[in-house]
């Protein structure tokens, strides 16, 4: 069975356990002892963030070298006059110069992230997929209202439960129009069984997992094998394999751009971790 949580708390951690030589060639980031594909292994073209080295052959323009704006400064929120890096994860808006130039996404099918209460913000890595695709996405806070779904059975729920199917068994049954939007849960495993457990219409969504294992290259500690992936991770395979099921029209060649903060913390971390060594 396919697994996914939001993997959070404790402390730092370089994934790779083996050293690094170069710590901006993705394919070093990977341990091969662990099974199945992570977000490098499968050659996909990740935006980069401009602000550590220019990709090569992104999916969509890389921000201008020239043009940026450090992300280790800090700017007000325009919100909430917060002093932030990056984006505000209280108000989900990107900070600074630099929010212009930040690549955006239109999804194929609207998201929903359920957000437990007890989920810090700061650690969050659905936020991304808000800030890369503001018209798309839809962070709600957990607990839900009784009624917050009115057709809840013409939504894709991405968990394993025990009766869950694969994307394109779920697209050849019912088809993609009827799909209204794809929900996720952002929480610990802990909380994601118990969210489901008290939440009817959690329960009457069709649930969907994944056909193939993904590995994780999250930087925090976590008991969990490498299978449980990040939010951010779990929502860029649910789309990359539900396109793999839409007709040409529907799909979008800026899927990797929600990964564009991932990869550049995923890059600050291992940078850390190559110096400290």
């Known amino acids: 069975m396919m697994r996914w949580l939001h993997l959070s708390k404790v402390r730092w951690y370089s994934f790779s356990t083996k050293k690094i ?68 994860y209280n108000c989900r808006l990107i900070v600074g110069p630099a929010a212009g130039l930040i690549p955006k996404v239109e ?14 913000d700061s650690q969050s890595t659905g936020i991304h997929a808000k800030l890369i695709a503001p018209d798309s996405t839809n962070i ?8 917050y779904y009115s057709e809840p059975e013409k939504c894709l729920f991405l968990f394993p439960s025990s009766d869950a199917v694969s994307i394109k068994e779920a697209m050849d049954t019912d088809g993609y129009d009827y799909f209204q939007r794809v929900v996720v849960i952002e929480g610990t495993w802990y909380q994601a069984r118990q969210m489901v457990r008290d939440t009817p219409s959690l329960k009457a969504m069709k649930a969907i997992t994944f056909s193939q294992a993904y590995q994780t290259v999250f930087w925090r500690f976590q008991k969990f094998d490498s299978t449980h992936l990040a939010t951010i991770e779990a929502i860029y395979f649910f789309y990359r394999e539900l396109e793999e099921c839409l007709p040409p029209r529907h799909k979008s060649s800026e899927l990797g751009a929600l990964l564009f903060y991932y990869r550049h913390l995923h890059r600050l971390i291992q940078e850390m971790d190559h110096k400290a060594s």
């Open 140 to 147: 709600i806070n957990y607990p839900l209202s009784e009624n």
């Open 107 to 120: 999804l194929p099918l609207p998201l929903d992230i359920i957000k437990h209460v007890k989920e810090n």
């Open 21 to 88: 030589s170069n710590p901006k060639d993705p394919k070093q980031l990977l341990d091969s002892s662990c099974p199945g594909k992570s977000i490098f292994d499968l050659y996909i073209n990740i935006p980069d963030s401009g602000f550590l080295s220019r990709a090569q052959g992104s999916e969509v323009p890389v921000v201008d070298q020239e043009k940026q704006t450090p992300l280790n400064k800090r700017f007000n929120c325009p919100s909430c006059q917060k002093k932030v890096k990056f984006y505000c």
